[in-house]
């Protein structure tokens, strides 16, 4: 497998749910600072032209976080990144998707990045103050999920690697993030395969 990975991006996620895993993987970085994911060769790989993209063994490539983190649990029980059974199974997949498709898209976007929309500076303040309100909105759904639990849903899930890095962007978003939030990110960072991560992605980017 080989991940197309920018580091401080949602494929951050992956690349956490890749060393859960302990999976063989390489990693190549696909710089958005570089625009390395509008060169005709990323394009060739992934043409929506966005990270994360994970090609497989047999020269496939699979694209969108959801999709991707669901392929690699299932492909993995061992690693039990995905409760058992359809009703719970499904549960984890609603978080996850809300996550990237509302807070992450709908929120994080709009927060940090209002000016891919719109040149008129009052527009993008109000589209500032959208995203952050999207983003509140999600920082409490999440505090009533994980209420005492470690993790959202008890035991790390493909959800976790989702809600860690729309977390890891919170200085940027400018929503106070709920202390029980920032508790469980410190938790999720304190994990050997997080690390791990991090210090996969230095490496590939050094
Ligand atoms: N829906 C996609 C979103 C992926 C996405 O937006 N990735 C961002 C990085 S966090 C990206 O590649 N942005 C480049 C761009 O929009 O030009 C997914 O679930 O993977």
Excluded at 18 to 43: C, F, M, N, S, W
Excluded at 129 to 156: D, I
Aim: aromatic share 8%; proline share 6%; with cysteine.
């Amino acid at each position: 497998m080989k991940l197309y990975h920018s580091p401080g991006t949602c494929s951050e996620g992956i690349l956490v749910l890749l060393e859960e895993i302990g999976a063989d993987y390489d990693l190549v970085i696909t710089d958005l600072k570089q625009a390395a994911h509008r060169e005709p060769e990323y394009l060739r790989v992934n043409p929506k032209g966005k990270v994360p993209a994970l090609s497989l063994g047999d020269g496939s490539v699979l694209t969108e976080f959801p999709v991707i983190a669901f392929w690699l649990a299932r492909r993995h029980p061992e690693a039990g990144l995905l409760p058992e059974g359809l009703e719970a199974e499904i549960r984890v997949m609603e978080l996850t998707e809300y996550i990237v498709s509302t807070l992450h898209m709908r929120g994080s976007v709009f927060a940090m990045k209002p000016q891919k929309f719109t040149a008129d500076p009052a527009a993008r303040e109000e589209l500032r103050a959208q995203g952050r309100a999207v983003v509140a909105a999600g920082y409490e759904r999440l505090t009533e999920q994980l209420g005492e639990k470690p993790c959202l849903f008890g035991s790390f899930s493909i959800a976790d690697a989702a809600a860690f890095y729309l977390l890891s962007w919170k200085e940027g978003i400018g929503v106070p993030v709920p202390p029980a939030l920032a508790a469980y990110e410190e938790r999720l960072r304190a994990r050997a395969a997080f690390g791990r991560a991090r210090e996969a992605s230095d490496r590939a980017a050094a």
